[in-house]
């Protein structure tokens, strides 16, 4: 029985609004944290093979990363299934992950973010939560995106080392930015859909 892995797919909402030269490295780091196989192609468009247990943290911290720059949002679809690629870019591999992801990304009509996975009751689930933190999210200043992006790169980190990571003078304003957030609530569907999903 194969591994399943993930593979994400995603494009930039509103890349045409903002200079390349501001969102194209930022995209592109956000991504290398999690992915060490991952292509961008037509400049705001990507796919990226991540760490099973990375599968949600990774679409989210991606999100939180474009959101930080003003205007800019991030729709991405989530595939979880088998990979054939060897030393293979990602574009040209071949599984059930790469297809879902693809299949994931063109079913995204209003929502930013989806899964799609041989396990339908799963699906379902995550559907259900998945956007629901995504527009949460949406409603994010850059500061506070900001914020939430080195929350979730460093989730063990307490609010005093975020405040420095963050070159904010007092832990009270990072407190302040992810209770505006509704970071708390973003991340608890991270988890939860993370833990189902190792449990497959």
Known sequence: MKKNVCVLTGDIIGSRKVE???????????????SKKFDIFRGDSFQALVPLE????????????????????????????ELTMGTLPIKQATGAALLYSGEAFDSLKKETIRI???YGDFD?????????????????????????????QHEDAN???????????????????????????????IDYCSKELLAL
């Not at 995550?126 to 850059?142: D, G, I, K, Q, V």
């Open 54 to 81: 990375d599968a949600f943290k990774a679409a989210f911290y991606i999100k939180a990363a474009l959101l930080g720059l003003k205007g800019l949002d991030m729709r991405i679809g989530i595939g979880i299934g």
């Open 116 to 118: 799609k996975s041989a």
């Open 159 to 189: 609010q005093d080392e975020l405040a420095v990571l963050l070159t904010k003078s007092y832990q009270s304003q990072v407190s302040t930015e992810l209770n505006k957030a509704s970071y708390f609530k973003i991340k608890r569907a």
């Open 20 to 34: 390349a030269a501001l969102w194209s490295p930022v995209l592109e780091n956000s991504i290398s944290l999690y």
């Open 124 to 152: 379902n689930l995550c559907n259900t939560m998945l956007p629901l933190a995504a527009e949460l999210m949406s409603r994010l200043t850059p500061n506070m995106a900001k914020t939430v992006a080195m929350a979730l």
